[in-house]
């Protein structure tokens, strides 16, 4: 349902990392795919397909005044703690929310040029846990231990 035309976009997302709201991100991408494979015995046809293998992936994109902060809060060892990536979309028309629980940073870069463009760092996650869009995930998890991550 749309109020007044509004729909949610980048203006409208409140992205927080562990529980704080960081306003210099300028993009996040994040994906989530399930790899299945089909079997085959004698014959052409396939006879059923895997159950397969959840695969998430994400990136952010932040000012560097911003990702700066990040890292100096996460410390040290920055790329060894798990933090939840939340991001909020408020609009008119209702709030979304988005999570990336048990994120690890895999890769920081930094880019800078000439000209009136702010300076920018990227963020190359490895998620752990399943992506939640708005309450809705791609699988629904097991209920069995998991990977030793302390958030």
């Known amino acids: 349902m749309y109020i007044n035309g509004n729909t949610h976009n980048h203006a ?17 991408n994040y994906n989530d795919e399930v790899e299945r494979e089909l079997v085959y015995g004698t014959g052409s046809e396939p006879l059923g397909v895997t159950k397969g293998v959840y695969k998430p992936n994400g990136d952010i994109e932040m000012l560097k005044t911003e990702s700066n902060r990040l890292i100096k809060e996460l410390g040290d060892g920055c790329g060894e703690q798990a933090i939840s990536v939340v991001i909020s979309y408020r609009e008119a ?41 708005n309450g809705i995930r791609l699988i629904k998890p097991k209920d069995r231990p998991r990977v030793a991550i302390r958030p």
């Open 93 to 133: 028309s209702g709030t979304l929310v988005d999570t990336l629980k048990t994120c690890l940073i895999n890769k920081i870069e930094d880019a800078s040029q000439q000209g009136p463009s702010p300076n920018k760092t990227k963020l190359t996650l490895t998620i752990v846990d399943v992506i939640s869009r």
């Open 12 to 28: 409208s997302a409140e992205v927080s990392f562990k529980g704080k709201v960081y306003l210099g991100v300028t993009a996040v």
